[in-house]
């Protein structure tokens, strides 16, 4: 055998010990870290950093006020941010760095319970390094979770939520119904939207736990979990709207017009804007208005509206969102079995925060920073289900699989099983 032969049959080298053991999700945790750590520096010493101005320089001077003798003026979730902030202010000293570093400290509390649910949801060790990967460097997380902002607190609760639902349907874990009940007041506490969410996820998980797959579903449990179900998802209303600034005294359709055409009137000519008007008429108008703010909140800017570099990052951040809910709904129709059940609660939690998010949004400045409490949710699902691991049917195969069954039933039936032509 000639050398050029000998190198074509020769098998491609593995990759190095060195770099096998780099790739993991802990070690990508901490270079997430540690770039969050040196925006912080930046934004600290060297004001803004990008994404530090607007609401985070405004928490962090009512933060200042509250520690310097302020107090807490109303029950909002705004202030109650604020006078978390200023506690914290007064235990150290009011320092813009020290409150950015506070959020890095949050973002690595999260990314440490984003490792356990991956565990939970058994990624393996490529996938959980690539999702960590994602978790840590996408830039509007990286941007956003090292500044006096909301969101890194608000990632870690939904985050805590998921875990503890997760460990309720699958272990039983009696325990972890407190874990979730602290989850759901602490992202309340921060903002109404984790109310109503985590009042559906609450649902999502007794319904599960009470009816496991392959069993047959009693009567009796459907009529005792209804009312049961409607009575938490009744209250995770009335918490949203007193934490909140919809009123639902004259219907959800109308609060949702009022607080969106109150939003258009403010911020009149934005350049980030993708609603110039609302007009939701009565319960079929609100039916449909949901569905098409769901799509814009996730998906713009469209390609034809981009018209800067921000723009062009958060196109292709909606991309791999995009691709990220097609694998996770892929995973739940054709995956394995025992992962089926876990990403449905997973999926649909996400979806329920997101579609209370959407309906509250009109630009997509401001959706870039509320897609940030569910990311961990999405990537996990996401990267749950490897394609390795996925039941390949293409069209044609299932076709012809369910016109063969009548033909096989009627031979079984006829005791003449057909075992092909080769007799």
């Known amino acids: 055998m000639n050398s050029e032969t000998s190198a074509l049959t020769s098998p491609i080298p593995a990759q190095p010990v060195?770099?096998?053991?780099?790739?993991?999700?802990?070690?990508?945790?901490?270079?997430?870290?540690?770039?969050?750590?040196?925006?912080?520096?930046?934004?600290?010493?060297?004001?803004?950093?990008?994404?530090?101005?607007?609401?985070?320089?405004?928490?962090?001077?009512?933060?200042?006020?509250?520690?310097?003798?302020?107090?807490?003026?109303?029950?909002?979730?705004?202030?109650?941010?604020?006078?978390?902030?200023?506690?914290?202010?007064?235990?150290?000293?009011?320092?813009?760095?020290?409150?950015?570093?506070?959020?890095?400290?949050?973002?690595?509390?999260?990314?440490?319970?984003?490792?356990?649910?991956?565990?939970?949801?058994?990624?393996?060790r490529q996938s959980r390094f690539m999702a960590m990967l994602i978790y840590s460097l996408i830039p509007c997380s990286l941007l956003l979770t090292s500044v006096t902002l909301r969101e890194p607190y608000q990632l870690f609760f939904f985050n805590l939520g998921m875990y503890a639902c997760l460990k309720i349907i699958k272990e039983r874990s009696m325990p972890h119904w407190l874990l979730l009940l602290v989850a759901i007041v602490g992202g309340g506490l921060l903002h109404g939207t984790f109310v109503a969410a985590g009042f559906v996820s609450v649902s999502l998980t007794l319904f599960l736990i009470m009816f496991p797959t392959g069993k047959r579903i009693p009567v009796l449990k459907i009529i005792l979990i209804l009312p049961v179900i409607g009575l938490i998802l009744y209250y995770g209303v009335l918490?949203?709207?007193?934490?909140?600034?919809?009123?639902?005294?004259?219907?959800?359709?109308?609060?949702v017009e009022t607080y969106q055409k109150g939003g258009l009137s403010a911020l009149e000519d934005g350049r980030a804007f993708y609603k110039t008007s609302v007009e939701i008429d009565g319960a079929w108008g609100m039916i449909k208005f949901v569905p098409v703010s769901l799509f814009q909140y996730l998906f713009e800017p469209m390609p034809w509206r981009i018209s800067s570099f921000v723009d062009i990052d958060l196109f292709f951040?909606?991309?791999?969102?995009?691709?990220?809910?097609?694998?996770?709904?892929?995973g739940i129709r054709r995956g394995p079995l025992e992962l089926r059940r876990p990403l449905l609660l997973v999926f649909w939690s996400y979806i329920a925060v997101e579609t209370v998010w959407s309906v509250g949004t009109i630009n997509w400045g401001t959706a870039d920073r509320h897609h940030i409490p569910s990311l961990g949710a999405l990537l996990a699902m996401g990267f749950a289900v490897p394609a390795s691991r996925i039941r390949k049917r293409s069209g044609w195969r299932r076709v012809l699989s369910r016109m063969s069954r009548p033909r096989q039933a009627a031979a079984v039936a006829g005791g003449q099983v057909r075992t092909g032509d080769a007799t």
Not at 319 to 330: F, P, S
């Open 18 to 124: 060195g770099l096998r053991l780099a790739m993991t999700a802990r070690n990508a945790l901490y270079l997430g870290l540690v770039l969050r750590i040196a925006v912080a520096f930046w934004n600290g010493f060297f004001p803004p950093s990008f994404g530090a101005d607007g609401d985070a320089s405004t928490f962090h001077r009512s933060a200042v006020e509250f520690a310097n003798g302020g107090v807490l003026e109303e029950f909002r979730t705004r202030s109650l941010f604020n006078s978390f902030l200023g506690t914290f202010y007064k235990v150290t000293t009011p320092s813009l760095f020290l409150g950015s570093l506070l959020s890095c400290a949050v973002w690595a509390a999260s990314a440490v319970v984003f490792l356990k649910i991956m565990r939970l949801l058994s990624l393996n």
């Open 239 to 255: 918490s949203f709207s007193d934490l909140t600034n919809y009123k639902f005294d004259q219907g959800l359709s109308v609060a």
């Open 317 to 330: 951040e909606n991309l791999l969102r995009g691709w990220l809910i097609w694998r996770a709904w892929t």
